[in-house]
């Protein structure tokens, strides 16, 4: 059984079992620490942060009582609330288990052990935030992405697919579900990843700003045009070029960049001469891809250059089963940044959390959790502690409606808004045609 690469602090006064113990979770793919003097675990614990400690009950007394072992648990729970502690004993009293639990150990195991069942008990012992970042991460060289829902695995599945190729990419998502962190792991992933990563909000520029910023321009080209500037798509060359919010640009704006995109090759403002250009381009946008094809917005032979592959981001509140693993990514964040303890999430915070509905998605997510970890009075957020922002609008739940109820009638209306056609409705919805016939079947629908 493999082990996230966590660290493992053994303190028992028996070498053998020391040395039993580090040659079996080393070999897991953790990094071990062994002691054999209890007196040693205040300096250790202030030099090396430990996610699982497994310590022995009974060190100096004779009659093997458990009280060493309950003294330093005692010790370590005190100033290190959050670590993990497994308690060994030779002697299996259940009383002593029980004390022991109630003194704050994770778990309690027994002398003899078997190896696999000593894994198993450390797994189960290892930090929520240390397995999520395991289990739930998808890592991009310094990007990251938190996600467990089938629907995201599938997001992570197509960029795996498209990345290595130079394939123009176009991807959809509300406000705030993280389509800039999904453009620069696909960059990350690309054989152009040694090169610029250029991203420009394109929805910002106006009119006399477009050609300047995207094309560059020559010196004396307009009154404070002072010096040679080089335009994003030449500082992007032989890399990639991120172009946010494409569906706010005017029809004037299109038909510059599809001149550009058919010729591959810019030309400055106050120049005649043109520049090749070797960009992977990148579009994303919060606009439906059926708003986005409507003719008097959207050119559609645009469309064409910049959408070979579409990548759909679902919105929060389409994958419950992120929000706590995001959350607690944002919780260790935020307390290392505001140099805060480590900081848990209570149930009554994970309910509050799962009913909500998220119209600001990740980024209102990320927010919520930053104000908790600077207001919250101790290193547990409870349901008081998780203040929603009055900036979004929320989707109410009726009353007395479930999760489930919602989930159906919001799938009902996507298919009655496509008349019929599954595939226009689940791009509609943010996921594959499979996930949305997995959900028909799941609801009894035909």
Same mark, same amino acid.
């Given at each position: 059984?493999?082990?996230?690469?966590?660290?493992?602090?053994?303190?028992?006064?028996?070498?053998?079992?020391?040395?039993?113990?580090?040659?079996?979770?080393? #070999?897991?793919?953790? !990094?071990?620490? %062994?002691? &054999?003097?209890?007196?040693?675990?205040?300096?250790?614990? @202030?030099t090396k942060k430990f996610d699982v400690i497994l310590l022995d009950m009974n060190f100096k007394s004779v009659i093997h009582s458990g009280n060493e072992g309950i003294y330093w648990?005692?010790?370590?729970?005190?100033?290190?609330?959050?670590?993990?502690?497994?308690?060994?004993?030779?002697?299996?009293?259940?009383?002593?288990?029980?004390?022991?639990?109630?003194?704050?150990?994770?778990?309690f195991i027994v002398k003899p052990w078997n190896n696999?069942?000593?894994?198993?008990?450390?797994?189960? #012992?290892?930090?929520? !935030?240390?397995? %999520?970042? &395991?289990?739930?991460?998808?890592?991009?060289?310094?990007? @990251?992405?938190?996600?467990?829902?089938?629907?995201?695995?599938?997001?992570?599945?197509?960029?795996?697919?498209?990345?290595?190729?130079?394939?123009?990419?176009?991807?959809?998502?509300?406000?705030?579900?993280?389509?800039?962190?999904?453009?620069?792991?696909?960059?990350?992933?690309s054989l152009r990843n040694k090169s610029p990563f250029i991203k420009v909000d394109v929805g910002a520029l106006t009119e006399s700003l477009f050609e300047s910023e995207l094309f560059g321009?020559?010196?004396?080209?307009?009154?404070?045009?002072?010096?040679?500037?080089?335009g994003r798509f030449e500082a992007a060359n032989g890399g990639t070029l991120f172009l946010d919010e494409i569906g706010n640009i005017s029809l004037q704006q299109q038909a510059k960049l599809l001149t550009v995109l058919q010729n591959r090759q810019v030309t400055k403002l106050g120049s005649n001469e043109p520049t090749a250009i070797d960009i992977r381009l990148i579009c994303a946008t919060n606009i439906s891809i059926q708003d986005l094809s409507n003719?008097?917005?959207?050119?559609?032979?645009?469309?064409?250059?910049?959408?070979?592959?579409?990548?759909?981001?679902?919105?929060?509140?389409?994958r419950k089963e992120d929000?706590?693993?995001?959350?607690?990514?944002?919780?260790?964040?935020?307390?290392?940044?505001?140099?805060?303890?480590?900081?848990?999430?209570?149930?009554?915070?994970?309910?509050?959390?799962?009913?909500?509905?998220?119209?600001?998605?990740?980024?209102?997510?990320?927010?919520?959790?930053?104000?908790?970890?600077?207001?919250?009075?101790?290193?547990?957020i409870t349901e008081q502690d998780i203040i929603y922002s009055p900036i979004e609008k929320t989707v109410e739940l009726e009353k007395n409606d479930t999760l489930s109820n919602v989930e159906k009638k919001t799938i009902l209306k996507a298919i009655e808004n496509n008349n019929g056609n599954i595939s226009k409705a689940a791009k509609e919805l943010g996921i594959t045609r499979t996930a949305l016939y997995r959900r028909l079947n799941k609801y009894d629908i035909d």
């Open positions: 059984m493999k082990l996230p690469p966590i660290q493992i602090l053994v303190v028992d006064d028996d070498p053998d079992v020391l040395t039993a113990v580090s040659y079996l979770l080393r #070999s897991t793919g953790a !990094t071990v620490t %062994t002691e &054999k003097n209890p007196e040693q675990i205040p300096s250790l614990l @202030t648990l005692q010790k370590i729970k005190s100033k290190y609330p959050d670590t993990s502690v497994i308690m060994i004993t030779a002697y299996g009293a259940i009383d002593l288990a029980i004390r022991s639990l109630k003194e704050g150990a994770t778990d696999e069942k000593l894994l198993q008990t450390i797994y189960h #012992s290892i930090p929520t !935030t240390e397995k %999520t970042k &395991k289990q739930n991460t998808k890592h991009s060289g310094n990007t @990251t992405i938190i996600g467990q829902s089938e629907v995201l695995q599938e997001v992570f599945l197509k960029i795996e697919k498209v990345a290595p190729t130079d394939a123009n990419i176009l991807i959809l998502g509300e406000n705030g579900t993280g389509k800039d962190l999904i453009a620069k792991a696909i960059h990350e992933q321009y020559k010196k004396g080209a307009f009154t404070d045009a002072k010096e040679d500037r080089l003719e008097n917005k959207f050119r559609k032979d645009l469309i064409y250059r910049i959408n070979t592959v579409e990548i759909i981001i679902p919105p929060l509140r389409n929000i706590v693993p995001l959350a607690n990514y944002f919780l260790e964040v935020y307390s290392q940044k505001y140099l805060k303890p480590p900081t848990q999430l209570h149930q009554s915070a994970i309910k509050k959390l799962q009913q909500y509905s998220f119209p600001g998605n990740v980024r209102e997510l990320q927010y919520i959790i930053e104000r908790a970890v600077i207001m919250a009075d101790s290193n547990m």
